[in-house]
């Protein structure tokens, strides 16, 4: 079996266990505590309850796997990490609306520790099993940068400080006589734009394109080339050096194929001053205050 596929079937797999062992956790520290859950979970509820928690584990693994596709695509660590929170609280909510329409009996105790644990081990489990298959060499994905210039020398960089995302850069492909002397000294294959890479290469492996401005055209014959040949791990990433990209909202002009950036300027608002300035007094004055003793020592020394 593939290595890559069977990565991806663990993360699954062991997702929804950590999503389910959550619950059972729950009930096993209130009975050792507690001597018994009976005051927080009625015995003949827990069949109930176990049914609800197992369905959610289904549905929650399968929108992570067929919305988000996280164990298909390549995200970030943090991007990643914000997604798995914040579908755990809308699971989290789901649940409740669920126990709640039922009619079963709720313990607020009972299921704040649920997804007290749940928002502990999921997370932690995803990021330890991913790097340990990243380490194992089994979620790693072959990457081809086309490109040789500034911009493939700056993707290499970023490829190779995220090692979360599990891209091994196997060589670069020039479309140009101008190569950045910084990818030469890679000691990474540097192939010309002609066909012979193509005998070395999958249709599975990443392919990233990483060139300039000044090569639209080239970028588009790339473009082209992948989509007719059934190419699906392809990335584009244009030259945005100096642009703050963080928080900074994405849409499209679909008629033009143009995509907008939009730059939030949070000082802008009124209520994001306020809330600065509030913050600025309450914790200039906390600071004077708890300094207080150490301040006068030095205006009467």
């Avoid at 755990?88 to 039922?102: K, P």
């Avoid at 193509?198 to 300039?212: H, P, V, W």
């Avoid at 007094?281 to 030095?298: M, R, T």
């Amino acid at each position: 079996m593939n290595k890559l596929f069977l990565s991806k079937f663990i993360l699954a797999l062991l997702d929804f266990i950590t999503f389910n062992a959550s619950f059972s956790l729950s009930l096993l520290i209130i009975s050792y505590y507690h001597h018994g859950y009976d005051q927080y979970l009625p015995v003949y509820e827990v069949d109930d309850r176990y049914y609800i928690h197992t369905l959610l584990g289904f549905l929650c693994v399968g929108w992570f796997a067929i919305r988000l596709r996280h164990y298909t695509y390549r995200k970030p660590f943090w991007f990643e990490l914000k997604e798995i929170f914040r579908t755990l609280l809308i699971f989290a909510v789901f649940e409740l609306a669920i126990v709640a329409f039922s009619k079963l009996y709720f313990s607020r105790y009972l299921w704040f520790l649920t997804w007290g644990i749940t928002f502990l081990i999921f997370p932690f489990a995803r990021v330890f099993v991913k790097h340990l298959l990243i380490k194992l060499s089994w979620f790693v994905r072959n990457t081809v940068i086309i490109g040789a210039r500034d911009n493939a020398f700056d993707i290499y960089n970023a490829l190779k400080d995220e090692p979360y995302l599990g891209l091994k850069v196997i060589c670069f492909i020039s479309v140009s006589n101008t190569t950045n002397v910084n990818v030469v000294s890679l000691d990474i294959p540097i192939l010309d734009n002609t066909d012979s890479w193509k005998s070395r290469m999958k249709k599975s492996d990443q392919f990233i394109i990483a060139l300039e401005d000044n090569e639209e055209v080239d970028r588009n014959n790339w473009l082209r080339y992948f989509s007719t040949n059934g190419y699906r791990s392809v990335s584009v990433i244009p030259t945005l050096r100096g642009l703050p990209l963080y928080s900074t909202d994405m849409s499209f002009m679909f008629s033009h194929e143009m995509m907008l950036l939009r730059m939030n300027n949070n000082l802008a608002k009124l209520s994001s001053r306020i809330l600065k300035r509030t913050m600025d007094i309450v914790v200039g004055s906390l600071a004077i205050i708890i300094f207080s003793p150490v301040l006068l020592y030095l205006y009467f020394a």
